[in-house]
C-alpha cells in the first residue's frame, strides 16, 4: 500500500511537473464575434504557440456573463479551464444580482490582467455638444434626455447610472439588447446620448454621425487623443475603466497559476498582441494575481455601492 501510494503520489507530481500537457480550455461568457471573444482569440492563438498546447476558446453566452462564470467556476482547478472575466461578469454581476452563481473572490483564483480601456461618451450631433452642455441642459429639464446602453445591467447602463449620480442629473435609460442596436438609434435620434465600448462608434464619429464628448479613463485615449476626459471636462476624478483578464477555479495550484501568469505576460509584450489590442481601443495592462485579486474585491465593492444608492434592479 506503501508503495502503490508513493507511485501515485509520483505521478501525480510528474503530471504537475508537465503542465500543460493537454489542450486548454478558455471560457468566453459571450457570444463569438464581440470585443471579448476577439481578445481571447488573439490571446488563445498566442498562448498556444508559446506553451505548444492547443488554447481552445469556448464562447458561452447567457445571461450577462454568468452562464460562462458558472461553468468556469465550478470547473476542476487543474490549470486546463481558463476564464476571460471582465468588469461586467467579474464585478457588475456579483454587485448587481443578488442570484448571481459565483462569488469571485470565493471560486475564482486571479492569473492575469489582460487589457484596459475607457467607455466612450457619444451623442446624437443635435444633442448637447460638450459634457458641460449635457449637464447644464440636464439639469435645466431634468428628464427630456434619453439615453441607450446595451441592456439593463450592462457596464454601459451602470457607468451612465455612476455618471448621473455623481453629477446629480436625471436622464432616462433606454435598454437595448445590445451595443449594435443601441448605437442605431443613437445615430436615428431616438435617444441622445450613451456611454459605449470604444469601437464601435468611432467610425460614426469620423463620419460625423456622431460626437465624442468624453472618454471616462482619468487619462486621455490612443484612439482618440483629440477628445477630452469626462474628468476633465469638470467632473472631478470620475473614472471608470473597462477590463479583461484571465482568472482560474479557486484552488488551482499556485506553480500552475504563475506558468500561465508567466506566458501570458510574454504574449502580451509581442508587437503583434499590442497591435491587435490598439485595433480593439484597448491597452496592455499588468498586474500580478495579488493586485488583480484586489482590483476585483474593490471593484465589487464600488459597483455594489452605487446599486444600493442608485436602487437599480434587473428582471
Known amino acids: 500500500m506503501a508503495l502503490l501510494t508513493c507511485m501515485a503520489s509520483t505521478a501525480a507530481q510528474a503530471q504537475q511537473g508537465q503542465y500543460p500537457n493537454r489542450p486548454l480550455r478558455l471560457i468566453v461568457p459571450f457570444p463569438p464575434g464581440g470585443g471579448n471573444d476577439i481578445?481571447?482569440?488573439?490571446?488563445?492563438?498566442?498562448?498556444?504557440?508559446?506553451?505548444?498546447?492547443?488554447?481552445?476558446?469556448?464562447?458561452?453566452?447567457?445571461?450577462?456573463?454568468?452562464?460562462?462564470?458558472?461553468?468556469?467556476?465550478?470547473?476542476?482547478?487543474?490549470?486546463?479551464?481558463?476564464?476571460?472575466?471582465?468588469?461586467?461578469?467579474?464585478?457588475?454581476?456579483?454587485?448587481?444580482?443578488?442570484?448571481?452563481?459565483?462569488?469571485?473572490?470565493?471560486?475564482?483564483?486571479?492569473?492575469?490582467?489582460?487589457?484596459?480601456?475607457?467607455?466612450?461618451?457619444?451623442?446624437?450631433?443635435?444633442?448637447?455638444?460638450?459634457?458641460?452642455?449635457?449637464?447644464?441642459?440636464?439639469?435645466?429639464?431634468?428628464?427630456?434626455?434619453?439615453?441607450?446602453?446595451?441592456?439593463?445591467?450592462?457596464?454601459?447602463?451602470?457607468t451612465a447610472e455612476l455618471f448621473k449620480h455623481t453629477t446629480g442629473i436625471n436622464l432616462v435609460h433606454v435598454a437595448y439588447k445590445g451595443t449594435a442596436p443601441a448605437i442605431t438609434e443613437l445615430i436615428a435620434g431616438q435617444v441622445q446620448v450613451m456611454f459605449s465600448?470604444?469601437?464601435?462608434?468611432?467610425?460614426?464619429?469620423?463620419?460625423?454621425?456622431?460626437?465624442?464628448?468624453?472618454?471616462?479613463?482619468?487619462?486621455?485615449?490612443?484612439?482618440?487623443?483629440?477628445?477630452?476626459?469626462?474628468?476633465?471636462?469638470?467632473?472631478?476624478?470620475?473614472?471608470?475603466?473597462?477590463?479583461?483578464?484571465?482568472?482560474?477555479?479557486?484552488k488551482t495550484p499556485a506553480a500552475i497559476i504563475e506558468t500561465l501568469r508567466s506566458e501570458i505576460t510574454k504574449v502580451l509584450a509581442q508587437p503583434a498582441m499590442i497591435s491587435v489590442l490598439a485595433t480593439q481601443g484597448l491597452d496592455a495592462a499588468s498586474a500580478s494575481p495579488a493586485e488583480f485579486n484586489q482590483l476585483i474585491r474593490s471593484e465589487i465593492a464600488q459597483w455594489r455601492k452605487l446599486v444600493q444608492v442608485a436602487n437599480i434592479r434587473v428582471d
Do not use: C
Not at 467556476?73 to 459565483?102: K, Q, V
Not at 492569473?111 to 443635435?126: M, Q
Open 39 to 158: 481578445l481571447a482569440r488573439a490571446v488563445g492563438q498566442r498562448l498556444a504557440e508559446s506553451i505548444g498546447q492547443q488554447v481552445i476558446v469556448d464562447n458561452r453566452g447567457g445571461a450577462g456573463g454568468m452562464v460562462g462564470g458558472q461553468i468556469a467556476a465550478t470547473a476542476d482547478p487543474n490549470g486546463y479551464t481558463l476564464f476571460l472575466g471582465s468588469l461586467g461578469s467579474l464585478a457588475h454581476n456579483p454587485a448587481l444580482r443578488p442570484n448571481n452563481p459565483y462569488d469571485p473572490p470565493r471560486d475564482f483564483a486571479a492569473v492575469s490582467l489582460l487589457a484596459t480601456s475607457p467607455f466612450i461618451l457619444v451623442a446624437h450631433p443635435a444633442a448637447p455638444a460638450s459634457v458641460k452642455e449635457l449637464i447644464a441642459a440636464a439639469r435645466a429639464k431634468p428628464g427630456a434626455l434619453n439615453y441607450g446602453s446595451a441592456g439593463t445591467g450592462s457596464s454601459l447602463h451602470l
Open 197 to 250: 465600448t470604444m469601437p464601435p462608434p468611432l467610425p460614426h464619429v469620423k463620419t460625423g454621425k456622431l460626437r465624442a464628448l468624453g472618454v471616462t479613463s482619468l487619462k486621455r485615449a490612443k484612439a482618440v487623443p483629440d477628445t477630452p476626459t469626462v474628468a476633465e471636462t469638470g467632473v472631478a476624478g470620475f473614472s471608470v475603466e473597462n477590463w479583461q483578464g484571465i482568472v482560474v477555479p479557486a
